[in-house]
């Protein structure tokens, strides 16, 4: 549907490496045939499902094909201009910097080359404003936490705003929050935004909890916070008290089967409650979908109309971690392009 399309739209929850959409992976098996990857293992399509733990599988193939500078400026400057052909204004891309050994990447090249996409895309004039988060991945423990988190503080410090936060994701059932709150507890102190996934899985009640004290900024998920899923009403009253934005992504969700089917996503308990809201991809290219497609799947399972997308999308502005300026001049965008729309 063109409305949909033409929708000026926020992106805050997307994993780099799971937004490579078939086309760039298609080169990226050009690039590297010795490795017999097919397209079948880097993406679930429609109808598809699979379990958390095969979704995580499909990172590691992905991480296989994506390991020099030239590939990540390549998936990068792709994946932000297909962001931007999609309608989506404002991207948060995020990503957790690899080193590769054999192709003598390092973890500050790997942010490095983001960056570098970033500023290529914008000099090209794509009609985008994107900014970065650079991801902890749970597994690997404390100290690269605190690590990536020092990584993080240099390039927010260094690169004209670019880098504005942290997210914290990766395999849900491997490690604790209580070893990465001092990590996130340093990122907070100096001013990097913190987007953490929280209660993807039903087991991580106590993790929720001390993580929410921090609190984060953003909620990534947050599937199993409220009491009808085995929740808490203390976490909801926690998650209600600090208004903390969630990022929801319907497709993900359904397809990881952490949710039963669309009507039963938990969109519904935090938008009926009339908390912030914001309808994510995740993984666009891993669970074949796109921003206007979720939206769309949004109004279409749970009654909306268009004028309540049109609030939804223009809610996401006051949830970005750019600061206030950007939110004026993205409002005002929104503005001129709503008459177009409807
Ligand atoms: P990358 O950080 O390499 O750009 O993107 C892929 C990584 O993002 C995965 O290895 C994983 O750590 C994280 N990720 C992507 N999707 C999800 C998700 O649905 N849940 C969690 N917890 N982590 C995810």
Redesign the pocket.
Known sequence: DVFYRELPKVELHA????SVSCHTIEKLISRKPHLNIEHGMTAIGKGQRRTLEE??QV?KVI?QLVDSEEDILMVATDVIREFAADGVKYLEL???P?EEKNTGLTKKRYVETVIKAIKQCKSEGVDIEVRFLV?I?RRNGTEVAMETVKLAEEFMLSTDGLVVGLDL????TVGHGKDLLPALQRAKNCGLKLSL?LS?VPSQLEESDLLLNLPPDRIGHGTFLHPEVGGSQSLVDKVVMNNIPLELCLT?NVK?QTVPCYSKHHFKYWYQKGHPSIICT??KGVFSTDLSQEYQLAASTFGLSREDVWKLSLQAIDCIFAPDTVKQQLKLKWAAIKPQVF
Do not use: M
């Open positions: 994993h780099l490496n799971g979704c995580f990172f991480h995020r990503s957790t690899r991801a991945d994701s990766g395999d849900p996934h993807e993900s990881g995740d993984d």
